[in-house]
């Protein structure tokens, strides 16, 4: 099932940055949301639709959603979260866009102008980085630079870069998502209501475009769970301040899914001996930027045969979150940024199970807290 989220007003998403009044004037926002605040959102919207939290806290609902201390396996998850684009008067309907892939440069003074960034011999430079080889592009006449948080429509991402082309992609920038829109407020005094003295703040509150939303891939709940009436739309509450977002249930069609699709993968990991794998959302590992199925010596722990060989994780996301259960903030965790990209080389194909690691990697997710949608990725083609 898929869900469609239309704010009704501005949003803000903290970072992992701490803020108080009279210490920092400034806390900076988020977007997309981390995973675990959606999820938090939706699971309290079922809350209010089924018993509300004094059921809940005597774990009536633990099948569905869990308890306050966990979440079950086989109920509410989120598997992915993406953006979309919709136009009434248009024949598309949905138009939905991944965060892009960390493997895109750009010129620096041309960001329309798209290179990849491949593996390549360390030669002569002095690295830190523990793999093979690292990420550059293949000839640098001009300076390139990563581009700023940008998303991929999914027909680029389907059509080119899942079968390992570049050319004739295009990336959307966050700010033709977005309007920045900073709230200026100050500490107020409880007792006498009047403001308090070095208390002024900013908080970086962020309004989605017109026609632009945020949806999300669920499973473990149905339609009743969350819309109690007989309309389309339901309201829940998303980020700071406890703000509202109009949520409705939309088909899903996932091109990711084609037979054929698939078929193209495997014949090209059979005929090329590699493939790369690609994090939509952000993702928690044991082992801090490398996935957890991969050994310490870069080799998968499944498949020996399978080294990882080079990786573009750009900076860490920091994540955290209210702890309900404990009544406290959770730890801080840092978890590798969404468009994350590991490549991957396969020395024998011999005793190799293509359709097996497949089905073990493609659509599913790793790490820590899975269940609320973290490290969510797919297998691409890599040439």
Known sequence: MK????????????????????DETW?????????????????????????????????????????????????????????????????ITDRYYFPAPLDIACLKDNADYILPLKPLPKAEIKTSCPLPQIISAESILE????????FIHETAFYDRYFEGHF??????????????????????????????????????????????????????????????????????????EGKTASTSIVDFNEEAKKPEELEYLKNSIRENKQFKIYFMTPAIFNNGWYPDFIGQNFFMNDFPQIEMI???????????????????????????????VFFFNIHDTNKLNIEQIIQQ???QNFGYNTAEGFGHCLMTIWR
Do not use: C
């Not at 300076?143 to 940008?150: D, S």
């Not at 959770?330 to 590798?336: E, G, N, V």
């Open 3 to 22: 869900l469609r989220i239309v704010p009704n007003d501005t949003l803000f998403f903290r970072d992992g940055k701490p803020f108080s009044m009279g």
């Open 27 to 91: 806390a900076d926002g988020i977007f997309p949301p981390n995973p675990s605040t959606v999820y938090g959102s939706i699971r309290t919207k079922f809350i209010t639709e089924n018993g509300g939290l004094s059921k809940f806290l005597k774990d009536k609902m633990k099948n569905k959603i869990g308890t306050k201390f966990e979440v079950p396996e086989n109920g509410f998850q989120i598997k992915a979260i993406f953006l979309g684009f919709s136009e009434e008067t248009s024949a």
């Open 143 to 150: 300076e390139i630079e990563l581009p700023p948080k940008a």
């Open 167 to 240: 050319s004739n992609i295009r990336l959307t920038r966050i700010e033709d998502i977005l309007l920045q829109e900073p709230k200026v407020g100050i500490g107020r005094d409880n007792y006498t209501r009047t403001s308090e003295e070095a208390m002024l703040y900013r908080v970086g509150m962020n309004r989605l475009k017109p026609e632009w939303s945020i949806y999300v891939e669920i499973s473990g709940l149905e339609r009743h769970d969350l819309i109690s009436n007989d309309g389309d739309t339901t309201l829940i509450k998303l980020g700071g």
């Open 310 to 340: 080079a990786a573009a994780v750009g900076k860490p996301d920091h994540i955290g979150g209210w702890d309900m259960g404990n009544n406290e903030p959770k730890p801080m965790r840092r978890a590798i940024a969404a468009g994350s």
């Open 361 to 363: 990697f493609h659509r």
